[in-house]
């Protein structure tokens, strides 16, 4: 929510702020003053409520000093510094990259027929000792108890409070800390293993919308980037320490996958990166072990310094570090980015819009790398403008709008819409799939018995829990169905599993691997498989070529995608985790529960706007789906260098 869309709204959240007690009152009086310049970001369990850039304009710490200095040693090139302290200016001084160690990564998520819990376990008993980062503490927790073993202490955050002694002397344990990715030094022998788990991408509930709902990833990279660096390096703090690394859940093996995050890396870690993947898709358990007690035994054997070292070395040499696309685009916005935030600040309306615009326009430099945050940029300039509107400015209203519109249509997916329209905003037109799935679903619903349908959802969200092909498949198909697609599964050999269409404004063709189990990785064959799903449904339905935005989906619960298949995969192909089909069939339950409750008494014309309100809410749309769906291309995975 952005309170300058909203006329008084700044105003009632001041009012409500000023009565809260400690520590929220303390909280409070950072941002007072820039209250209306804030975003307001609500999930089912928390509220944040913050300005996009901190307001350090009129902070003395900053203003009143003659000279800062900012020390890392992992400082990037995209603007990020400058942005997290709402500074311009910056001059970095660029020092010899230090060797920070050596590491063997494990990748337990790829390992085949193993299972990554057990797996880890036995690493951790084999090192000793665990340090576990997470981006939040209940995962670390579970993580820390899950791998230790009988009798070991597992500490957190309350035992290391005053610095990490009390974990280093122990002979054996386990220390589970959130977000803690910087500033730990657990060197030499006070500890031999970090496990880390999940994208450190949601430190907040911004970073959660920045990188979930608006893809703003580009913008966000160098801080995650950063994090992962630093938690990956917390037991190797000089050039002669060394460390095991676990790297846990499919988000963060899948992220380390990627070829551009791996290449903005430096050779060191690219090298280490490359070797541990190598050593831990299509190997055994047995084998990765093997390797693990070499790594672990090194000081005392020559195995891993005869074996394992000359083609760490080896890879070292192929690999430069290079920026991320739209880095570039970042780093030229960044300056203009903290004057727009400070001049919405001051309530300087007409001038933040002028601003923002600006900021959107220096993004378009980044191309698609930074489309979605440019997006945001248009947004929050239409919404400024509106501001400035409403305080007396003349002839923004238009500029207020057409800004939110450009926003609508440069955005990738539909998130722009999900947000309150402006007041006097002309109504949107939706795209034709999503106009056409209201209307089908429209007339589903005013023509069928309830409890028929009641009972055809039950067994659909019943089937896609399922693992079996013989439920999950017909379930699949039930699920486009109440999508509002002519969803079907098509007849003959080697075809999609079901194909859902929208006319001929959108197609999906869905390949279930349902009965895949979570480790290794998904082989060749089975991308080869859907490469040419969309082009026979076109000759299926005589149509000529395929309608932009279309899709095919494989469905599995593993990490990634075999090598060769990804040098031979089509840009239309994603993987689907069954988890997120789950999630989608649960919030179509929720929405025709809600409707089929609803209907009585309104005319269709009525009705039908009623469902296109309902499936914006619940984010069902085909476009909706899209976005569920693509989050992970099969063209992004690691390849072969």
Not at 576 to 581: E, G, K
Not at 622 to 635: G, M, S
Request: hydrophobic residues 40%.
């Amino acid at each position: 929510m952005i309170p300058a869309q909203h006329d008084k709204m700044a105003e009632q959240l001041a009012a409500v702020l000023g009565d809260l007690p400690r520590p929220w009152c303390f909280r409070y009086a950072m941002i007072r003053k820039v209250l209306a310049s804030c975003l307001v970001y609500i999930t089912h369990s928390s509220i944040q409520i913050r300005p996009l850039i901190p307001h350090t304009e009129d902070t003395r710490v900053f203003t009143d000093a003659r000279q800062r200095v900012y020390l890392s040693a992992t400082l990037g090139d995209a603007g990020d510094l400058e942005r997290s302290f709402g500074r311009t200016g910056i001059k970095r001084i660029a020092l010899p990259e230090p060797r920070s160690g050596q590491r063997f990564i494990v990748f337990p998520d790829l390992v085949s027929e193993a299972n990554a819990d057990a797996l880890t376990e036995e690493i951790t008993r084999r090192a000793g000792k665990a340090l576990v980062l997470a981006p939040d503490s209940a995962t670390a927790l579970a993580t820390a108890v899950a791998i230790a073993q009988p009798g070991w202490p597992v500490l957190t955050k309350d035992h290391v409070r005053d610095g990490m002694e009390p974990f280093a002397v122990l002979p054996h344990g386990v220390c589970a800390l959130a977000s803690r990715y910087d500033g730990l030094d657990l060197p030499h022998e006070a500890c031999r293993l970090v496990v880390i788990e999940s994208v450190p991408d949601r430190d907040h509930l911004q970073e959660r919308f920045l990188s979930r709902q608006v893809r703003a990833g580009a913008a966000l990279s160098e801080r995650v980037r950063t994090r992962v660096v630093q938690g990956l390096g917390r037991c190797t703090r000089a050039a002669n320490d060394w460390a095991l690394v676990v790297v846990r859940g499919q988000e963060l093996t899948r992220y380390l996958l990627r070829p551009e995050i791996q290449s903005a890396l430096s050779p060191d870690l690219q090298a280490e990166i490359r070797f541990g993947l190598e050593n831990s898709r299509q190997t055994t358990p047995a084998e990765v072990l093997e390797n693990v007690q070499a790594f672990l035994d090194q000081e005392t054997s020559p195995v891993w310094r005869e074996q394992a070292v000359p083609n760490l070395n080896t890879l070292r040499v192929g690999f430069d570090r290079k920026a991320p696309e739209g880095s570039d685009a970042l780093a030229a916005s960044a300056a203009a980015e903290i004057e727009a935030c400070a001049l919405a600040g001051h309530g300087k309306w007409a001038e933040a819009s002028s601003h923002a615009n600006q900021v959107a326009h220096l993004l378009s430099a980044g191309g698609e790398a930074t489309v979605g945050y440019r997006a945001f940029w248009m947004l929050l300039a239409g919404m400024w403008a509106y501001r400035a509107t409403a305080e007396g400015e003349t002839g923004l209203l238009a500029a207020a709008h057409q800004l939110v519109f450009n926003a609508d249509r440069t955005a990738p997916g539909a998130w722009v819409r999900s947000l309150p329209s402006l007041p006097e905003a002309p109504p949107t037109a939706m795209p034709p799939q999503d106009d056409l799935a209201v209307a089908e679903v429209t007339r589903l619903l005013l023509n069928q018995q309830p409890g028929r349908l009641g009972k055809r959802l039950n067994t659909m969200v019943a089937g896609l829990a399922e693992i079996s092909h013989k439920r999950y498949e017909p379930a699949l198909t039930e699920l486009g169905f109440f999508l509002g697609a002519d969803a079907q599964k098509p007849q003959g050999h080697g075809r999609a599993d079901s194909n859902w269409c929208w006319g001929n404004h959108m197609w999906f063709a869905l390949e279930a691997k349902s009965e895949h189990q979570p480790e290794g990785l998904v082989p060749h064959n089975d991308i080869r498989q859907v490469n040419d799903q969309l082009r026979i449904l076109a000759a299926d339905r005589n149509h000529d070529g395929i309608p932009a935005g279309s899709i095919t989906a494989i469905i599995s619960p593993r990490v990634a995608v075999d090598p060769t298949g990804v040098m031979g995969a089509e840009e239309h192909s994603h993987l689907v985790h069954p988890d997120t089909v789950l999630t989608l069939a649960h919030e179509v339950d929720h929405a025709w529960t809600d409707l089929l409750g609803k209907k009585t008494g309104q005319d269709a014309a009525q009705f039908q706007r009623l469902v296109a309100t309902v499936f914006a809410q619940h984010g069902i749309l085909p476009t909706q789906v899209r976005d569920r769906l693509t989050k992970h291309p099969v063209t992004s995975s690691e390849t072969p260098a």
